[in-house]
C-alpha cells in the first residue's frame, strides 16, 4: 500500500501534453490534392459526441453546464499553441445516444441531428478539416446499470442495448468517414467507469463495481473494432483510468484506503463527491487533461 500519488503525476500533464505533441501542426495540415495550390486559411478541429465532448461539470448547485475545461478545450488549446490558424467547433450534445446522434435528440441543429449538422460542416469545409474527435455509445446502456437490478436482467439490458448501439456507431462512422475524407485523422476513445464510486458503498457496491468494470471493458472491446474500421485511432482513456486495477492500493483522504482505479475515479471525476455537486460522472478538471493527453497520444502524428 502506498499513498495516492493520483494528483501529484498530473502536475506534469501539461509539459507532458505538450512534449507528446510536438510540432503537431504540421504533421496535421490537410494535404492539397496533387497540382492543386497548397491549402491555406483555418484548420477545424471537429468535436462530436456527448456531454464529455462540450466539457461539462457541475456547478456548486448539482447542475451540469458546459465549461471550457474540456477535453477538446485541452487538445484546441495545445494544437493553437504550435499554429493560430486552428479553430474549434464543437457539436457535442449532453446525453447524447448513437440513436439521437444519427436522428436528433434534445440539442436542436439546423440540419436535424448532430451526425447530419457534423456531415454537413465536414462537406463543406473538406479542404480545411485537420482534426475529428468523437466519444459517443456511453449513454446509451446507463439505464442498465440503474436502479440495482439483477445480474440476470442487467446482461439481457446490456445485450439488447449494445446490439443497436453498434449498428448505429457504424452508420456513425461510416458518415464521418465519408464526408470528412480519407485523410483526416479521426480519434475516438474508450470509457472510464464512473461506476466503480459504488466501491464506497460497502459490500454490495463493490460487487456492482466488479460488475461493472467487467461490462464497460468488455463494451470497450466490442466499439473499437468499429473506430478502427474507418481509420479512426482509439484513445485508451480506460487504460489512463486505471479502470482494471483493483489490486494496486493507495489511500486517498478522506476514502481511506480504496483500490487504485476506485481511487482515479474519486480523484478525476466527481462520482464521489458529496451532495449537492456529486455523484457526477463527469471528468473534473484533472481528469478531462487526462483524457486530452490520451488522445493526443494516441496518434503517432501528434505525438511527434
Not at 457504424?170 to 468517414?177: E, H, L, T, V, Y
Not at 466501491?199 to 454490495?204: A, C, F, P, S, V
Request: include cysteine; charge should be positive.
Amino acid at each position: 500500500m502506498r499513498r495516492s500519488r493520483l494528483l501529484i503525476g498530473t502536475a506534469a500533464l501539461g509539459a507532458m501534453t505538450l512534449a507528446a505533441v510536438g510540432c503537431s501542426s504540421s504533421a496535421v495540415r490537410p494535404a492539397s490534392p496533387p497540382g492543386q495550390a497548397p491549402v491555406t486559411g483555418p484548420r477545424y478541429y471537429v468535436a462530436l459526441g456527448d456531454s464529455l465532448s462540450q466539457g461539462v461539470q457541475p456547478d456548486a448547485s448539482g447542475s451540469s453546464s458546459p465549461t471550457h475545461d474540456g477535453y477538446p478545450d485541452r487538445i484546441y488549446s495545445v494544437l493553437r499553441s504550435h499554429a493560430p490558424d486552428w479553430r474549434l467547433i464543437k457539436f457535442g450534445c449532453s446525453g447524447e445516444t448513437t440513436h439521437s446522434m444519427i436522428h436528433g435528440g434534445s440539442c436542436r441543429y439546423p440540419a436535424g441531428s448532430q451526425l447530419a449538422q457534423a456531415e454537413r460542416f465536414l462537406r463543406a469545409h473538406r479542404r480545411h478539416i485537420g482534426l475529428v474527435t468523437i466519444d459517443i455509445g456511453a449513454n446509451d446502456p446507463n439505464s442498465c446499470l440503474l436502479g440495482g437490478a439483477q445480474f440476470s436482467k442487467i446482461l439481457k439490458c446490456m445485450g439488447d442495448s449494445v446490439t443497436l448501439t453498434l449498428s448505429d456507431l457504424r452508420s456513425i462512422m461510416a458518415g464521418i468517414r465519408s464526408a470528412a475524407g480519407s485523410k483526416v485523422p479521426i480519434l475516438a476513445m474508450s470509457y472510464y467507469v464512473p461506476e466503480l464510486a459504488g466501491w464506497l458503498g460497502g459490500r454490495t457496491g463493490q460487487e456492482v463495481a466488479v460488475l461493472t468494470e467487467r461490462l464497460v471493458a468488455g463494451y470497450n472491446r466490442l466499439l473499437n473494432p468499429i473506430y478502427r474500421h474507418y481509420g479512426a485511432r482509439v484513445a485508451n482513456v480506460f487504460g489512463a483510468f486505471h479502470s482494471g486495477d483493483f489490486t494496486d492500493h493507495v489511500r486517498v483522504a478522506p476514502y481511506g484506503v480504496l483500490p487504485r482505479n476506485v481511487a482515479t475515479i474519486c480523484e478525476w471525476t466527481w462520482s464521489c463527491a458529496s451532495y449537492p455537486r456529486g455523484p457526477n460522472e463527469h471528468a473534473n478538471s484533472v481528469g478531462y487533461g487526462v483524457i486530452a493527453l490520451s488522445f493526443l497520444l494516441a496518434d503517432p502524428q501528434l505525438s511527434r
